[in-house]
């Protein structure tokens, strides 16, 4: 069959990322990405420790960070993003920011890193308090609220359910409950951390509920790796990447969400 009709394949854009051993959400992130660019994806060397700060703590080391991206420079990507939530709040504002130039120098492209891309959200739509919601244990999700306060961001509430292992496997009916706990009246925004915890398809339906902009890991970290492209993220009706969503929510501060009485506060999964 003579196919030279088709004159393809198109050119096509290259974003690599770098994501721990244990990331299991490659499809996810797919589901942000418009047709012309790809993902090539590598990740860190296994390392026989559960989710933690320790782990966190390792899967960022520079060096490791550095031999992850050498992976990718045959392929010549245009921007370098790094997959994972905690390894990248670990070391704090300053720390994500060694990050970024660790990998740029090893590649020789701009670097983004998760952590990196929710500060750029935040700012992107004028959040001052903002509510989260993790997967993860009492410290490492104290030291997200850490981290965003370093930024000057508010802590607005905050659920957490105490995970180390086995994230992805948590059902978006959990995560549409835990989002409900974190949500007091005065939150701009909702952020669900863990790029290993799915979000794609909960987002709008929890901002038409909320009535506030919803982020998630691997959203801000597409959309951040794919504005250094010059292009934008491809999503159902969400308000980070979709201008007519972000004019239908309330303002920030409006009353947006149930008010969770302070007895319910004490309960596990609150800090």
Known sequence: MDVSFLGGPSPQRGVGVVAPFDFALDRELWRWVP???????????FVPVEVSLD?????????????????????APEVIAYACTSGSFVGGVMGERAMCE???RA????????????????????????ALVTPYTVSVTQ??????????????????MGLTRHIWKVPYREVVDMARQAVRDDADALFISCT???????????EAELRIPVISANQVTMWAALRRLGTRAVGPYQALINPEA?????????????????????QEGWT
Do not use: K, W
């Not at 782990?55 to 392929?75: C, D, F, K, P």
């Not at 590649?107 to 903002?130: C, F, K, M, Y």
């Open 107 to 130: 590649g020789a492209v701009p670097a983004i890193t998760t952590s990196g891309g929710l500060l750029e959200a935040l700012v992107e739509l004028d959040v001052r308090r903002v």
């Open 102 to 104: 660790a990998m740029s």
């Open 35 to 45: 047709d012309e660019v790809s993902l090539h994806m590598t990740r860190t060397p």
């Open 196 to 206: 290993n915890l799915p979000t794609y398809d909960v987002i709008p339906q929890l």
């Open 55 to 75: 782990l966190a703590r390792m899967v960022s080391e520079h060096q490791t960070l550095s031999e992850a991206v050498g992976t990718l420079n045959a392929i």
């Open 246 to 266: 972000r004019a239908g929510l309330g303002s920030p501060g409006a009353n947006h969400g149930p008010v969770v009485p302070e007895e319910e506060q004490q």
């Open 143 to 160: 030291a997200l609220e850490a981290y965003v306060a370093q930024a000057g961001v508010t802590i607005a509430g905050c659920a957490f």
